[in-house]
């Protein structure tokens, strides 16, 4: 199966600044990565698709990028609503795998 | 489309894991989605289990690791789908979701999510 690897794992940063988080596969899976944010007590959310295409209502503040097997989403300037826990998940392969996710916490 | 889920939280060891995803504002036998059930835990993350869905007849798909104790079956008179997961063990404590698949394959939107212990 597909490896997928988040780094880093935590990510300290304060409102305002621009988030970079990195999601590896452990082979190529072109363009088919998502991004989900989770946070404490509710199911995963998607934002991202297609690896770069933004879920409908997704602000603008959040990009993604990448293919093959490097990928990176960013936030360009953080919000007090920002700050959660983030998932890769690639669905070139079976089966579906998920990242083991990257905290994004106030600093 | 909204999911809602529904079912114990507590489960017996060796005894069966059965939870439904009720689904509104599409259907489980339409055909454009798929209909995934995908669980999370400290140790092992989140990981795919299954899914079933309609192309003139019923496709089912689950995780090698699990496919001789798990079995995902579509309601149709009840516009639903089920998780059933036989001899549970601890390790299958987990909060499980449902969500859906469409044509490109990424999950959204996801159930809120079930607890589900197993301890005896």
């Known amino acids: 199966e597909v490896v997928m690897t988040q780094s880093p794992a935590t990510l300290s940063l304060s409102p305002g600044e621009r988030a970079t988080l990195s999601c590896r596969a452990s082979q190529s899976v072109s363009s088919s990565l998502a991004w989900y944010q989770q946070k404490p007590g509710q199911a995963p959310r998607l934002l991202i698709y297609?690896?770069?295409a933004r879920a409908t209502g997704l602000p603008a503040r959040f990009s993604g990028s990448g293919s093959g097997t490097e990928f990176t989403l960013t936030i360009s300037s953080l919000e007090s609503e920002d700050f959660a826990v983030y998932y890769c998940q690639q669905y070139n392969n079976w089966p579906r795998t998920f990242g083991q996710g990257t905290k994004v916490e106030i600093k | 489309v909204q999911l809602q889920q529904s079912g114990p939280g507590l489960v017996k060891p060796s005894q069966t894991l059965s939870l439904t995803c009720a689904i509104s504002?599409?259907?489980?036998?339409?055909?454009?989605?798929?209909w995934n059930w995908i669980r999370q835990s400290p140790t092992r993350g989140l990981e795919w289990l299954g899914r079933?869905?309609?192309?003139?007849?019923?496709?089912?798909d689950y995780t090698l690791s699990m496919k001789s104790r798990i079995t995902i079956n579509p309601d149709t008179s009840k516009n639903q789908f089920s998780l059933q997961l036989n001899s549970v063990t601890p390790e299958d404590t987990a909060v499980y979701y449902c969500a859906r698949d469409g044509p490109g394959n990424w999950f959204d939107p996801w159930g809120q999510g079930t607890l589900v212990t197993v301890s005896s």
């Open positions: 504002g599409d259907s489980v036998s339409g055909n454009t989605g798929a």
């Open positions: 297609g690896a770069s």
């Open positions: 079933t869905y309609y192309r003139s007849k019923w496709f089912y």
